[in-house]
Every structure is written in C-alpha cells, then in structure tokens.
C-alpha cells in the first residue's frame, strides 16, 4: 500500500478569520462536536469574502476546508477528520442529502442564515477512496443584483445592449465558460427590463435570485418538467421577453431558437470560447443555419477575473515581453503596469472583487448570409473584425492598462491576450 504524501498547499487563515477564532476559544480535541457553530462560521467569512464556494476534502491525515474566492480555491482550514465528517453530514442533512455514507454522487438544495444573511445552497456530496467529499454552491439571497454599469462592459457595448429590448425580437446570447459570471449579466439585463411595461419569464435549472415583477420557473427534471416542457408553457402566458437559463442540449437549444425565430425575445447562456463561436454550439445542438441565421441577433462573449487590490498593488515599468504583448493587441504599452503584492485587506491574495472582459458580435444582413450558407468559425470571425467587433483580448489589455488587472492574470486565462509577435486587426 502506497503511503500517501502530505497536502503540500499552505492554509491561508485570514480567509476564515471567525472560524479560527472559534477553534482558538474550542479547540480540538473538543468533547461537543459543535458542529453548527463551525458551520455558521464557515459561512459567515464565505459572504464576508464573497465565496462562491465551500469544499470539504478528507485526506489520509485531515480534513481541508477550502473557499473559492474571485474564482480561485484557497485552503482556509485543516480539521481532524472527525470533524470533518460532521462538517459534511450538516451541508449533507441541510441540503436533503442521506447523511449516511453514499455509494454515488448525490445533490441537494438547502438554506441557512450566517452574518445576518440568507444564504441558498446548492449542495454535492461524492464518495472517495479517503471518506466523502461535499461542495457546497453559496447564492447570497441578500447582495443587490448587479446593473449592466457594474460589469465592466465598454460604454459601446452597454450602449448596445441597451437598445436590443427595443426590437423585442430575437435571441441574445451570453457565451462563455462555466463560472464566467454570464447569469449575472443575464440578471443585470432583467433588472434593466423590470422597469418596462411588458410580461417577462424566466426558466432556470435552478433559480439562482427571485426578481420581483418577473415570472420564474425552475425546472424539475425528476418531475418531468424539462428546459423544452417548461419553455412550452411558459410560452402560453403570452411573455414579451423570456429567460432560458442555459442551452446545454438540443432539446433548450431547439425551444429558445424557435422561439426566437417566431418573434420572441429571447435570452440565454451558452458554453461557447467567443460571441462568434455561439453559431458552432448551435450546430453541434443540432440547429440548422436557416434557424440560426433567422433567430440570433446578439452575442456577448465573457470571462472572469480578478481585480487587483487597490490599497496594495505595486507599479512597476513593463518588461520587454510585457510590450510585446500591448503591441500583439495593437496597442501602445503604458509606462508603468500594476502588479499583486498582498496585504491583510486582501488577505493576502493581492486581489478584491472581480471584473468581466467582454467582446460583443450583432449579427448583421452580411453575417445571417453567411451563416447560411454553412460559413465555419474562421470565416465568420473574420467578418465580425471587419465590421466592427472589438475582440476581448482588447478589452483585457484596456483593462490591464487602467490598473484594473493584472497582465499575469489575463494571460493566465488562455486564448485572451494575443501572444507576443501576432498582430491585431
């Protein structure tokens, strides 16, 4: 039997400082498990740093806890396993998950309150050779949704964006990759909507914040209540506008192109790498071009990442590399560029909060023409540049240049900046 090696990953503690305050007054060994209390604590430095995330991962020697902060996992605390172990049946038993041990992957939804917040969890638990591991998705019931201001997007594209529910036809596609904040823009372009005099409807898997004034579904599939059967119905109570929370398969991609395609407007999210690379999805989702040229009318590409902290960053001159990449995104290097240091408000990350970069592609007579006639990704992305599209690694580096990122970060992402000796359109 192989002997397993040791975590090598550091705990950073002022991720959780009230969690460690709670081991410092009980520490362990403790005869009472006090298991809520560290739960309620956990959670409780989770909405102080904006945790999108809680994991609880056994190991051979201890339990670490871990957060995801401004998208990247920390390791905020080690426990014996025992602890552990509780930990992970009160996520599970809160959630509706069996707290005993599992044979396979289960998931469940739960809520609890921690630092005067609601939170609404979203709860996997999975079996490992080492005990089970639980990751737990936190939804912040009390933070404001977010207006189309706060994402980061260029004023140009705002500007856009802003008049697509004047035509109230169409569909409007959000693209990206998995936790690239695309919900939350979609959310951003409902609250915009709620002040207008029309029927909105949403349908999400699941609702991730309940909006006032507008009608959510939450599909079921253990229930038979698809994407496709909830679209179906929705559309029975004549909306003006309506949300498909995410084309994932044929079926969500087939209901929210049609309804488009009819005359509806449309909005939803799609796994995609760029605004043009939303056409490919369709097609691998089956969706003939004659119905995509005939439904889609925008694409908004976008990624995450993180801002630097602003009471810490440092400035320095750029390196030659570094200009290498300001002049592969045909633009001129700044003289000075921001870069991570850390410090106690940060918790030592060298970061706070997060910031979009986006690109943003209108489908245009030229381009429907093309999509029609089967054009591939390449073709179609060359048109969008030659008409305007203003490619995300652009915004990036615009971004980089007002201090606002770090190029480290950017290029960290992959296919964002252009690599050195490339040249922009």
Request: proline fraction near 7%; glycine fraction near 8%; include cysteine.
């Amino acid at each position: 039997m192989l002997t397993p090696l040791p975590n090598p990953r550091l705990i950073e503690p002022r991720l959780a400082p009230r969690f460690h305050a709670l081991l410092h007054l009980h520490p362990f060994p403790d005869d009472e498990p006090r298991t809520d209390e560290r739960a309620e604590a956990l959670m409780a430095d989770a909405v102080q740093w904006q945790a999108s995330d809680i994991h609880i991962e056994p190991g051979s020697q201890e339990t670490r806890l871990r957060m995801r902060v401004y998208g990247l996992i920390y390791d905020v605390a080690a426990v014996p396993n025992d602890a552990g172990l509780h930990l992970a049946s009160f996520f599970k038993t809160l959630s509706g998950i069996d707290a005993t041990a599992l044979s396979q992957p289960e998931h469940g939804y739960g809520s609890m309150e921690a630092a005067g917040t609601r939170l609404e969890l979203r709860t996997t638990a999975a079996p490992t050779p080492v005990g089970e591991m639980v990751g737990v998705r936190i939804v912040d019931t009390g933070r404001a949704v977010l207006k189309l201001d706060d994402l980061g997007i260029p004023e140009a594209d705002q500007s856009r964006l802003r008049t697509w529910p004047d035509g109230m036809q169409g569909l409007l596609l959000v693209c990206g990759p998995v936790s690239s904040g695309k919900t939350t823009t979609l959310y951003a372009l409902l609250h915009q909507l709620q002040t207008l005099p029309r029927s909105i409807v949403t349908v999400e898997d699941p609702v991730e914040r309940h909006l006032d004034g507008i009608t959510q579904i939450e599909v079921n599939p253990k229930r038979g209540l698809t994407f496709p059967e909830a679209v179906r119905a929705m559309l029975r109570l004549d909306p003006d506008f309506l949300l498909v929370g995410e084309i994932r398969d044929p079926g969500s991609a087939h209901v929210a192109v049609t309804a488009a395609g009819s005359g509806l407007a449309v909005m939803s999210t799609i796994h995609a790498r760029d605004a043009v690379g939303a056409v490919t999805t369709l097609r691998n989702n089956g969706v003939k071009n004659w119905e995509i040229s005939n439904a889609l009318e925008m694409c908004l590409s976008q990624r995450l990442v993180r801002c630097l902290c602003r009471q810490c960053r440092i400035k320095a001159a750029p390196t030659d590399e570094e200009r290498q990449w300001f002049s592969g995104a045909g633009l001129s290097p700044p003289e000075s560029l921001c870069h991570p240091k850390g410090c106690d408000a940060c918790a030592g990350t060298g970061f706070d909060g997060q910031i979009g970069l986006f690109e943003f592609w209108q489908v245009d007579d030229a381009a429907r023409k093309l999509i029609l006639q089967g054009a591939d990704h390449l073709a179609l992305h060359e048109h969008a540049l030659d008409h305007g599209l203003s490619p995300l690694s652009h915004d990036a580096m615009e971004k980089v240049r007002a201090g606002l990122v770090s190029l480290a970060e950017v290029r960290a992402l992959g296919g964002i900046a252009r690599p050195p000796g490339t040249a922009s359109r």
